[in-house]
């Protein structure tokens, strides 16, 4: 809201785990007038309770939603670009795997190509190079700090 000057009619694009970041947000998205594409290797998808009271959600607040396995296909048309960590707390002995079921989920500027013209990047911290490149990271685009920021105000 502080970057765009308001979130009704925003796309967000979250590419990546299907965790309780996601969860968090799936439940608030249509509610405040965002499309939300999600994108999320299989097996990794979000909680199906979440999912079924995303979609009443959205057919209720007249948002789109998709929800695909494939990361381009959600970035395209996003204005804000989103991922979180993959291995979580507990998770640690599934690194192997999880990294390998991940591959091609990487947020790249190759990835932002398809966003909108005035895409965004947001990671809720701590990032970790195969989630986001430093390209993407580093760029004017990323609002990390400014989330960062912001989430210590809330806290």
């Known amino acids: 809201q502080e970057h765009y000057g308001g979130l009704n009619g925003l796309t967000i694009a979250w590419i990546g785990d299907g965790n309780n970041v996601l969860h968090s947000i799936m439940t608030s998205a249509a509610k405040l007038g965002m499309h939300l594409r999600i994108a999320t290797p299989r097996g990794f998808e979000p909680d199906l309770r979440i999912t079924k009271i995303t979609e009443q959600y959205s057919k209720e607040y007249g ?32 690194k192997k795997e999880r990294l390998k079921a991940f591959q091609g ?51």
């Not at 979180?84 to 599934?94: A, C, L, N, P």
């Open 63 to 94: 948002t789109k939603l998709l929800f695909t396995a494939d990361p381009l296909e959600a970035a395209d048309g996003a204005n804000v670009l989103v991922t979180d960590t993959w291995i979580s707390m507990g998770q640690e002995e599934e």
């Open 105 to 155: 989920y990487q947020i790249t500027m190759q990835t932002a190509k398809s966003a909108a013209s005035n895409w965004s990047f947001l990671h809720c911290l701590p990032r970790k190079p195969e989630e986001v490149d430093d390209e993407v990271f580093y760029s004017p685009r990323s609002l990390v700090f400014q989330e960062a920021e912001n989430r210590k105000w809330t806290i």
